[in-house]
């Protein structure tokens, strides 16, 4: 992997660089964030799917199974504070949806799904046999 270097032409000024990169860093917080971020794991018997969904409880989030496509959703009601207002906000998610599509051998009777320091975990097994699925909302422990 190659690190590019940013080199300010000659005349580049600092009201510029700050104006922009204030825009670019809004912009940046505001897409990057929307989403929690995952790792996808497999092993000769399973799949496992981590997100990272600090700020959520277990039943904020809600997973579902339908047509080898497993949805991972959650949601926030935010309560504002009329006292408080955000000088600055970096983290934050309000809400959320995570689409992750599976190869038809899992055995969707057998997904498992934990919670534990802000990681959520969905284990998914590996099936020889492929049958009809029917859609499946899944429990979180």
């Known amino acids: 992997m190659n690190l590019l270097r940013f080199s300010r032409p000659l005349g580049y000024h600092s009201f510029t660089e700050g104006a922009f990169n204030h825009l670019l860093r809004d912009l940046e917080i505001e897409n990057c964030y929307a989403i929690p971020q995952a790792n996808v794991l497999e092993s000769s018997d399973n799949f496992r799917i981590e997100l990272s969904v600090a700020g959520f409880t277990k039943e904020q989030i809600g997973i579902q199974f339908q047509d ?17 207002k955000y000088l ?16 038809k051998t899992i055995d969707t009777e057998q997904i498992s799904a934990g919670f534990s320091n802000g990681i959520l975990s969905v284990n998914i097994p590996k099936q020889e046999e492929v049958k009809e699925k029917e859609p499946k909302d899944i429990i979180i422990n």
């Open 68 to 84: 080898n496509i497993l949805i991972v959703k959650g949601s926030v009601e935010e309560k504002p504070n009329e006292n408080e």
């Open 88 to 103: 600055t906000r970096e983290f934050g998610i309000k809400s959320f949806v995570r689409r992750f599509s599976l190869p």
